[in-house]
């Protein structure tokens, strides 16, 4: 059928004779991509933007409204960057994935509706669902928030920003990629740490989280009388930090 125009209902019937499976239908007619870490769902309504997803975009989850009312908590283990536990038991990468997969379906964890930049241009409608990924990434998210200063946050945020149109790309066999990878490598040596992550009608949200490398310090963040740090000094560095901004002022006041 290469190369010829043919009709929905055509591909169908192809697809009938050949008993070749295929989920779509003269009303649901949907492109579904899945794979361990999310599954994605485009065309059929979707196609035009000022249509709302329906229940039949979404092919993993549960909607949050029919989620359970009672929250679940998860207790997941980091050690450089990867999650190695949950709930005490030691995991794969992988097999977590799996396991919270499970957990965020049941709670409608991870689903977006969103259009997209295609490598050649054009824009694109889909709606994803990342239930296991997401809870995962919040909680790398709240460790890296403990260990990595201000500087390195942003720095990794940046590597994962380039490294995502990478992949999406096709440009993983690159030695831009590999280069990414090595400073993220290097970046996650010191992400280890445990997150509770609180489970409730679509939402993942870390509530408590600690780790041995943490930067965070009670003593330094208190809002209480202390001898670690003098308000004053926060005088000079104010009147330094916003030295281009108040030449920027005399300058104009002076036109």
């Known amino acids: 059928m290469s190369g010829i125009l043919v009709s929905r209902e055509q591909c169908l019937d192809y697809l009938a004779e050949r008993n070749i499976p295929c989920s779509a239908s003269l009303t649901k007619i949907y492109s579904r991509d899945a794979n361990a870490w999310h ?10 933007t000022w249509n709302a997803p329906n229940d039949d975009c979404w092919a993993w989850t549960k909607s949050p409204e029919e989620a359970p009312n009672e929250a679940e908590y998860v207790t997941i283990k ?3 960057g990867e999650v190695v536990a949950v709930d005490g038991e030691t995991m794969t990468p992988y097999n977590a994935l799996m396991y919270l997969n499970d957990k965020g379906v049941e709670h409608g964890i991870g689903r ?3 259009v997209e930049n295609r490598l050649v241009g054009m824009k694109s409608r889909g709606c994803y669902e990342t239930p296991g990924g997401t809870i995962m990434m919040e909680a790398l998210r709240a460790i890296e928030q403990l260990v990595l200063d201000k500087s390195s946050f942003e720095f990794r945020e940046e590597l994962g920003v380039k490294a995502s149109h990478l992949i999406y790309d096709g440009r ?6 590999k280069s990414i990878l090595a400073a993220t490598e290097e970046l996650a040596q010191d992400v280890n740490g445990e997150v509770v992550i609180k489970l409730y009608k679509g939402m993942a949200t870390p509530t408590q989280k600690r780790s041995d490398n943490s930067l965070y310090s009670e003593e330094f963040a208190t809002f209480g ?3 670690v740090y003098n308000q004053s000094h926060a005088e000079g560095f104010i009147r330094l930090y916003s030295l281009a901004s108040r030449i920027r002022t005399l300058n104009s006041q002076k036109k």
């Open 112 to 114: 977006i509706d969103i």
């Open 172 to 177: 993983w066999f690159t030695p831009l990629c």
């Open 225 to 227: 009388e202390d001898e």
């Open 39 to 48: 599954i994605s769902t485009e065309g059929g309504v979707l196609e035009e």
């Open 78 to 80: 980091v050690e450089k």
